[in-house]
Each structure stands twice: as structure tokens, then as C-alpha cells.
């Protein structure tokens, strides 16, 4: 039993087709009219596959393939279908697909597993204009509630729950989803890598067994504007050149530990004038890493250099965190069970960390969840140019499509949602 590779691809060019720009990339975020048309488009093939279609308060979109009944609940397969702003076909789409073309695939063959299989795509898991990325999942996992969604404006002053109705969802639908989560037994996200790891290795799949924590604050640096040309240079307190070492800092430090990632973006100065030496920087400075005590390490070191850059250079720092998103470990129930299935075809899989937050991050919080990524062509992703090839595709689906039948069996009549430690 094996995917159709040449129906995958076509859906996959069918639905790039929604959003698709002057620049050859797709641009499809969630609520625009392009996602209305394409979450129609889904709904509608998914019916007439003969699934049971449901869209929850979230506005996340479920197709349920009935089991035998022999065991309650279903394996869950998907990811989303939104894009960033001129992004590729790949990221998201590539998993809601394959899961629509693994459940073809049952249904051709005459497979019946003991439990449902869903497909589900998430709302909003890329960034988007009510600043809540990975909405979907975490809204169907309760880390999002009503209360905290309630007054919810997009850059137009738009309410999230209007744009949630439009969709079939609503904020007064989010009771359903607890309701929901108990009947979710595992859960499988198909994924393009958006790195290099496995082409540098020339792999064409890994299964993932963690997601990174994330580390965000905002960080402000304070000199003292003054006049470019008639402060000497021995006189200044200039933010910029404090912020410059700032920034080659965090570089510096995580790349000679190879194993965090450290990035400082979304830079501003003020007054930003040619004739004004700056007087203050804002910025966004970003750590991820495996586990909480690299972040941690990570940051107090960065932190401590700073401060001697700043007593040199005679500015102030300060530094607000607004995110602090620990590490998740992936179940290593269903992992084994992938990575027993890539050895059954024959197939070399690595075991990686994901170092990007995606879906089964969030729903690792209810039930067991497990990645798998493919192989991405220059590890080119959020771009027109982002890429992986068909046969390394069609492998990925295949190891999904047996890990699932294995998973189906290994998972007890009385098998919980929630995995222990989570």
C-alpha cells in the first residue's frame, strides 16, 4: 500500500494556485479572501470524500474517516493550510495534503483501521495581522481561551471573533473543543524541514523527536543623541555602535556552542537621521535551544557581556521578555514506531529536534504527538523559491501511511489522550 505521488503533487499545485502572486509565491493568511477560497475548496473535497466535517470554534477544519469501532477515538494527521506573505506551496499545505492523500489511499485499498482517522488543518499557525501565530492548535488545546481572544483586533480594529464566524467558527463555539480533545489519540505532522540538516546528509526524511523552547524579549538600548559633527568621537554615547557589538555578541556566543541559535531582528533607531548620533535602539533579541538550560545559559552569558558593552560605551539597557516557550518533547512511543517503520522499508531516517515551533507542539499537550520532516531543497523556506522533491516526498508519505497502521494496532483499547509528564 502505497501514496498516489502524482495526485499529491497535483493538489498540491491546485491549491498554490490560491494566493498565488505576481512573484511566483503564495500569499494566503489566514482570513484573507485567497484562505476563504481555499478552506471551501478543502471542506468540499473532503465531503466528497465522505468525510465527517467539522470546523471547530477556532475555525480549524477536522475530516473523520470511520473506523471499525473496535477502538474509541481517532489518529490524527494535518497541519495548515495558511502561508506568510509571499511564502511557497510547501510549508503547511505539503502536510494537510498528504494526510487528504493517506486517507485516499485507506479508502482505495479497502483499509479499515480499528480507530477514525482525521485529517485536520489548522487556523492561523503562521504569523498573521492579530499577531497569533499558531492560533489553531493552541486555541483547540485550551491555551488560548475566550478571555484572553475576546477583544482581539487585527491591524484595522477588526474583531478576531467576526473573522472566526465568517469561517464557520466563533469564539462562542470554544467549548466544543475540550469536548473534542479526549477523542484525539495520537497525532502525526508532516512538515518540510525549513533547514539543512537532512540534505547536508543527503536523508530524505527524519523524525522528530523534540520542538525547541523559544526565548523573546524586547531589549532597548539608551545613549544620548547629539550632534554628528560637532561631538568628537571620544564624547559619545551612541546606542547604534553599543548595539552593534550587542548583536555580533549573540552571534558570536551561539555559534561557538553550535547547538543554540540566537538572532536579533526588528531593529529600530532613533531619531534615525543622518545628522544625529543615535540616541536610542529597540530590538528584539531571540534564543532557541533544546532545553531549558541552554536557553538559560545562553542568555545569561549574552546578558553579562552586554553589560560590560554597556558600562564601556556608556549607555543603559533594558529588557522586557514577552515570550519564554519552554521545550516540548515528542512521544517516544509513536517516534519508535516511525522510526521501526522507516527500517521496515528499507528507508535511512534521522532522529532530529525541530528548531522551529510548529502545530504538534501544542497538541503534545493533550495527546501523543510525533513530526516527520522532509528533506528541504537549500533549506529554503517562507519563500517562492521553497522546494523538496517528489521522491524524497513520496517516502515521507509512505512512512507515515505505515506508521499510522502501526500505530493503530500498538495503541490499546483503553489507550489515554495524555501522554504522562505532559
Known amino acids: 500500500m502505497k501514496i498516489n505521488l502524482n495526485r499529491l503533487l497535483i493538489d498540491l499545485e491546485k491549491y498554490a494556485e490560491y ?30 470524500m465522505g468525510l465527517q466535517v467539522t470546523i471547530d470554534g477556532a ?16 489518529i490524527v494527521i494535518g497541519s495548515h493550510l495558511d502561508s506568510v506573505l509571499n511564502g511557497g506551496k510547501y510549508d503547511g499545505p505539503l502536510g494537510v495534503l ?19 482517522v482525521e485529517i485536520v488543518s489548522f ?69 518540510i524541514e525549513q533547514g539543512q540538516r537532512l540534505e547536508s546528509a543527503n536523508i530524505s526524511m527524519a523524525v522528530i523527536y ?24 571620544q564624547n559619545r554615547k551612541d546606542a547604534l555602535t553599543a548595539a552593534a557589538e550587542m548583536v555580533l555578541e549573540v552571534e558570536r556566543y551561539c555559534k561557538d556552542k553550535g547547538d543554540v541559535v540566537g538572532t536579533v531582528g526588528k531593529l529600530n533607531v532613533s531619531p534615525n537621521a543622518a545628522n544625529i ?48 516557550q519552554k521545550p516540548v518533547a515528542l512521544d517516544q512511543d509513536i517516534i519508535t514506531i516511525l522510526e521501526n517503520a522507516a527500517t521496515e522499508m528499507d ?6 529536534p525541530s528548531m522551529a515551533v510548529h502545530d504538534a507542539a501544542h497538541m503534545a499537550s493533550i495527546t501523543k504527538s510525533a513530526m516527520i520532516f522532509v528533506k528541504s531543497i537549500d533549506g529554503k523556506s517562507h519563500c517562492p523559491e521553497e522546494y523538496s ?32 509528564g505532559n
Open 19 to 48: 494566493g498565488k502572486n505576481e512573484h511566483g509565491g503564495v500569499t494566503r493568511p489566514s482570513f484573507s479572501k485567497a484562505d476563504h477560497r481555499v478552506r471551501q475548496l478543502f471542506i468540499e473535497e473532503l465531503e466528497d
Open 59 to 74: 475555525a480549524n477544519i477536522w475530516g473523520k474517516h470511520k473506523g471499525n469501532g473496535t477502538k474509541k477515538g481517532s
Open 98 to 116: 498528504m494526510a487528504k492523500e493517506i486517507i485516499r489511499t485507506l479508502i482505495e485499498d479497502k483499509v479499515i483501521l480499528d480507530h477514525d
Open 123 to 191: 487556523t492561523a499557525e503562521e504569523s498573521n495581522d492579530f499577531n497569533l501565530s499558531t492560533f489553531g492548535s493552541r486555541s483547540f488545546v485550551g491555551r488560548l481561551t475566550v478571555e484572553k481572544l475576546h477583544d482581539a483586533r487585527d491591524s484595522k480594529g477588526g474583531l478576531l471573533h467576526d473573522e472566526l464566524i465568517k469561517v464557520g467558527g466563533g469564539l462562542d463555539k470554544f467549548p466544543m473543543m475540550v469536548n473534542m480533545q479526549n477523542d484525539k489519540k495520537a497525532f502525526i505532522e508532516l512538515h
Open 210 to 233: 523534540s520542538v525547541v523552547g523559544t526565548f523573546r524579549s524586547f531589549v532597548k538600548v539608551i545613549g544620548e543623541p547629539n550632534h554628528s559633527g560637532t561631538t568628537m568621537m
Open 277 to 324: 548620533i543615535p540616541g536610542q535602539i529597540d530590538f528584539i533579541f531571540e534564543v532557541r535551544a533544546e532545553t531549558e538550560e541552554k536557553i538559560e545559559n545562553t542568555v545569561e552569558a549574552i546578558q553579562e557581556a552586554w553589560q560590560e558593552i554597556a558600562k564601556r560605551r556608556q549607555v543603559k539597557i533594558q529588557q522586557e521578555v514577552f515570550l519564554d
Open 347 to 352: 528507508e535511512p531516517c534521522l532522529t532530529l
Open 389 to 420: 522533491h517528489p521522491n524524497d516526498i513520496e517516502k515521507a508519505g509512505n512512512l507515515i501511511l505505515q506508521g499510522i497502521v502501526h500505530i493503530d494496532r500498538a495503541l490499546s483499547v483503553t489507550e489515554y489522550s495524555v501522554p504522562p
